[in-house]
């Protein structure tokens, strides 16, 4: 196995992320104020290096600044002044967008400003001839950046109070990562079976649908030009990955596991197993709990294949996101 893969876990390496700066607590708004957001200034800070940008104030706008928003159709808004119409910022915002793309494909993940008019990624306001919100779009950088690079995870910091989406999100930015970093050590169907590997048991928790396509990609390395074969990976990897797993799915993830232990333990520690992994699939604990269980025995019981496997930890424990999932 390759400990490279490994190594943004062990080293203190921080994974570099983008980020709209008002969420670091820059005064860039319209109004000169910011939007800190201490669970990203004071936690994941910690394990991402952030690269700021303000798409608004990087086109010349000042601070403080007339607002914009959206205006005209949903699906190719134009972004405008709010008092002043004529005055528009559309194609400014997308050219911007276009030329910050390359630089952001370095990046492993984004989290972007929700409700903005230029960083907004999802159900931003769009107003119509009248001034009345008419419908929901996306901000014209946020968009742009996104079809640009459509594979790297993007977030909303909104999002990121739900438990379920936070752990998802920052999941996929160390998948995302792991598999940049296998592309500079020379991608080869040799590494990119193992690459498949260890993140088998974290795959099926997210969708067998998915979890059988890749398994089936992954047989025809050696055999299909290995850039092609990468590529379709990483499109069916990341979307299979976006859809959080369930308490079902992860479920059936941890009593696979369990299944490598039934030689190795007694038949009180295995009853013990089962009724914790029971009970996180009712709810009544976190996921922690059954994870940390399977740890505890696989130490004692050690397994090749399982102790290999990113699934039991995806992300650094100090972040704790399976504490409230």
């Not at 400014?92 to 990046?107: E, I, M, N, Q, V």
């Not at 598999?179 to 169907?189: F, G, T």
Request: contains cysteine.
């Amino acid at each position: 196995m390759d400990s490279k893969l490994d190594a943004v876990h062990t080293s203190g390496l921080r994974i570099r992320v983008g980020i709209s700066s008002c969420l670091l607590g820059k005064s860039v708004r319209y109004d000169s104020g910011h939007k800190q957001n201490r669970y990203i200034t004071q936690i994941l800070c910690r394990f991402f290096e952030f690269v700021p940008t303000c798409p608004e104030v990087a086109i010349g706008l000042g601070v403080p600044r007339p607002p914009i928003r959206l205006r005209g159709d949903a699906e190719n808004p134009r972004a405008v002044g709010v008092t002043d119409s004529t005055f528009d910022v559309t194609d400014k915002l997308d050219d911007y967008a276009r030329s910050w793309g390359k630089t952001a494909r370095a990046f492993s993940g984004y989290i972007l400003k929700r409700g903005s008019p230029s960083c907004g990624m999802e159900r931003v306001k769009v107003f119509d001839s009248k001034g009345m919100p008419s419908s929901h779009g996306a901000g014209i950088f946020a968009k742009r950046l996104m079809q640009q690079i459509p594979l790297m995870p993007v977030e909303e910091e909104g999002r990121l109070t739900d438990p379920v989406l936070r752990e998802n999100f920052i999941t996929r930015v160390y998948v995302y990562h792991r598999w940049q970093r296998m592309q500079l050590l020379n991608l080869n169907a040799g590494r990119l079976v193992e690459f498949h590997t260890r993140h088998k048991m974290l795959i099926r928790a997210h969708g067998e649908v998915g979890y059988q396509r890749l398994g089936r990609l992954v047989a025809e390395a050696g055999t299909r030009d290995i850039q092609d074969l990468a590529q379709e990976y990483l499109h069916v990897l990341m979307k299979t990955i976006k859809r959080p797993a369930t308490r079902k799915q992860h479920s059936n993830v941890l009593s696979h596991l369990a299944g490598y232990l039934k030689r190795d333990i007694d038949a009180g520690d295995k009853a013990e197993l089962v009724r914790v992994i029971d009970d996180y699939r009712l709810g009544r604990v976190p996921l922690v709990v059954p994870i940390t269980m399977l740890k505890h025995h696989f130490r004692r019981c050690p397994d090749p294949y399982v102790g290999h496997q990113f699934y039991l930890q995806p992300h650094p424990e100090e972040l704790q996101l399976r504490n409230f999932i």
